[in-house]
């Protein structure tokens, strides 16, 4: 009998919440209409559904509906602000700050914008994974335009203090923008708390449907200026060009809503079976490690090296488990990740680690069978190095 297998690589994606299908579903062949048609009632009931999920994601990070720009997804996001703040902003300066543990949308961004003439300073941040105050504070210059700093890492699930972050920049007339792939959903994002100028999100990480993501704008004290970084029709007050995807739309407003409504209670839960996941494993076996801050982490994040393992050969033993060695989007890079690198791992314990994502549909039961396939292969392997 075949075992069931067991997904954990939420930062990966996440599968589309019933609910989201559900809402989503009559926006592909019977209320099709396309929002731009003004003239008949097809394009006004497609605005309306637009309108309303303009609405439900406005409402999860605390802006307003006209703040929100729909987008394909967080690297769409990502960099349309990077590259139109670049642009809008060059006659300032040409100085960007960034962190050694951004997701490769930003980081490839960013070396793009340093081979046509900008300046990109790289953070370095410490062994819990926590950028500080302080370096940042002395990386800031009179020609600084942008700060972009990832707010939960996809990796090792680390939380950075954005709050405070915001208020540095702010006072230094700095735009702040945020990576918030892996938060938003999951932690509280409050762009007016936290002083953030731009902010990327996207819906396959919190229940949504792939393709599509968001935006986050500021349009008052200050009001952000970007360079459209796609032309063709003046869509979404000319930032971002092409005809809204309205089932798509909706599944990332439904997804919104759904997390505005569960994310506190959701977030226990989960933290409850993450912490039993780091225990048991941790308690059973010799020889491993949790990466990153121990408690400033998302619910669901759990990333733990295994001494005296090979991590490909581990996650081959994995059979039933979906499991990762780090992102998804560098899963065919060749060597151990940079964010694990980042953080001092040494080469050989950054190969034998693993990202554990937990999600809104992980039980109980899934945790314990992970834990004993985890704890057997791994006993298996380092008798295997043992015997002669």
């Known amino acids: 009998m075949t075992k069931r297998r067991i997904y ?3 930062h990966a994606t996440t599968p589309v919440d019933p609910r989201v299908l559900e809402a989503m579903l009559p926006y592909f062949n019977e209320r099709f209409g396309n929002p731009a048609s ?7 009931e497609a605005q309306n559904a637009v309108d ?51 997701h490769r949308a930003v980081l490839d961004p960013c070396q793009l914008l340093a081979d046509n003439g900008f300046e990109i300073t790289r953070l370095d941040v410490d062994r819990d994974g926590i950028l500080a105050l302080d370096d940042l504070a002395a990386a800031l210059r009179e020609d600084t335009i942008l700060v972009s700093i990832i707010h939960a890492n996809n990796e090792i699930g680390v ?11 702010r006072g230094k007339g700095v ?12 932690i509280p994002v409050d762009v007016d708390g936290m002083q953030i100028d731009l902010l990327s999100i996207s819906a396959h990480k919190y229940y949504g449907p792939k393709g599509i993501g968001a935006l986050y704008v500021r349009r008052r004290s200050p009001r952000v200026q970007l360079q459209p970084q796609m032309h063709g029709g003046g869509h979404q007050k000319g930032l971002r060009a092409g005809t809204l995807p309205v089932p798509l739309i909706v599944g ?41 801050h121990p408690s400033q982490r998302l619910p669901g994040n759990a990333n733990l090296s295994f001494t005296g393992v090979d991590g490909a050969r581990l996650l081959s033993a994995l059979s039933n488990l ?16 940079h964010v694990l690198r980042a953080i001092g791992l040494p080469g050989s314990l950054a190969a034998a680690s693993l990202r554990f994502g937990l999600g809104r549909f992980t039980t109980a039961q899934e945790i314990d069978c992970a834990i004993n396939e985890v704890y057997q292969a791994v006993n298996r392997m380092r008798d295997q190095r043992k015997a002669p």
Not at 159 to 169: P, S, T
Request: charged share 20%; glycine share 12%; net charge negative.
């Open 8 to 10: 954990l690589d939420n």
């Open 38 to 44: 003004k003239s008949h009632p097809f394009g006004w």
């Open 52 to 102: 309303q999920a303009l609405g439900q994601v406005a409402a999860l990070i605390g802006a307003s509906e006209n703040e929100i720009v729909f987008t394909s997804g967080a690297t769409e996001s990502i960099n349309l602000a990077l590259k139109g703040a670049a642009a809008a902003y060059r006659g300032k300066g040409r100085h960007i700050v960034t962190t050694t543990i951004e």
């Open 159 to 169: 939380i950075q203090d954005i709050e405070a972050i915001g208020a540095l920049c």
């Open 175 to 186: 735009l702040l923008h945020v990576d918030a792939a892996q938060s938003v959903g999951k």
């Open 252 to 292: 990332l407003g439904v997804a919104s809503s759904i997390a505005w409504n569960e994310m506190a209670e959701e977030g226990r839960r989960i933290a409850q079976l993450r912490d039993h996941l780091i225990e048991e494993l941790t308690g059973r076996l010799d020889g491993v490690t949790q990466n990153g």
């Open 322 to 337: 979906a499991v990762s060695s780090g992102s998804a989007c560098a899963s065919e890079e060749a060597g151990p990740s």
